[in-house]
C-alpha cells in the first residue's frame, strides 16, 4: 500500500481530533470557516491589478508563496477525484462531515457520496464466537456483527460488496452469497 493514502488517512483523523478537542461536532465550526486559505486569496487578487509588471511580480511572489506553503505541509490542494478516493477508503469509518472532503451544502457532495465498496477478500478468519473476519485487497479490515451463517467460506480473491445499510449498519456479500452485517475494524 502506498504511503499517500495513509498519510491522507491520517492528517483526516488528526484534523477530526482537533475539531472534537476544541469542542464538539467539528461541522458546525466547518461552516463558519468556509472562507479560503489566506494565500490563494493573494494570488486571486492579483488578477486585479490592471498594471501588468504589478500583475506579474505580484503572481510570482503569491504563487512562490503557495508553492513554500505546501513544501512544508502548511497548505494542501486536493482535487475532487482525490476527495472521491479518500472518501472510498474511509467507507465504513463514523467521520463528522467536513467540507474538504464534500461535506456541507454542496450538491456535488451527494453524487460523491460513497453508499457501496467492492473489492476482492486478500484474508478471512472466524473468531471464537463464530463471527468472520474479513480483510479486503485495500487493506480494510470488515467484522461480522450478526449471527448469520455464510454457506460458503470466504476465500482469497473472492469479490465483495459492501452496502451502507440501515442506521448506520453495512451489508456485506461476499462471492454473492446472502448478506451478513459487518462493521469497519481500524
Excluded at 461535506?103 to 472466524?126: P, R
Excluded at 445499510?165 to 448478506?179: C, E
Amino acid at each position: 500500500m502506498s504511503r499517500k493514502p495513509l498519510l491522507l488517512a491520517a492528517v483526516m483523523l488528526g484534523l477530526v481530533s482537533a475539531a472534537y478537542a476544541q469542542g464538539g461536532d467539528p461541522a458546525p465550526q466547518a461552516k463558519q470557516n468556509q472562507a479560503r486559505p489566506e494565500l490563494f486569496e493573494a494570488l486571486v487578487r492579483c488578477r486585479a491589478i490592471s498594471g501588468d509588471a504589478e500583475r506579474l511580480r505580484c503572481f510570482d511572489t503569491a504563487s512562490a508563496a503557495l508553492e513554500q506553503a505546501a513544501e512544508r505541509r502548511e497548505l494542501v490542494v486536493v482535487d475532487r477525484a482525490q476527495v472521491r478516493e479518500s472518501r472510498r477508503r474511509l467507507f465504513g469509518l463514523a467521520l463528522p462531515s467536513l467540507p474538504i472532503f464534500g461535506g456541507g451544502d454542496d450538491s456535488q457532495a451527494a453524487e460523491d457520496e460513497v453508499t457501496s465498496l467492492e473489492g476482492t477478500v486478500a484474508s478471512a478468519s472466524q473468531d471464537s464466537l463464530g463471527h468472520w473476519m474479513v480483510r479486503l485487497a485495500d487493506g480494510s479490515l470488515w467484522v461480522q456483527t450478526d449471527n448469520r451463517q455464510l454457506a460458503l467460506r470466504p476465500r482469497n480473491g473472492q469479490p465483495v460488496v459492501i452496502n451502507r445499510a440501515a442506521l448506520g449498519s453495512y451489508m456485506m456479500r461476499v462471492n454473492n452469497q446472502p448478506g451478513v452485517r459487518v462493521r469497519r475494524q481500524l
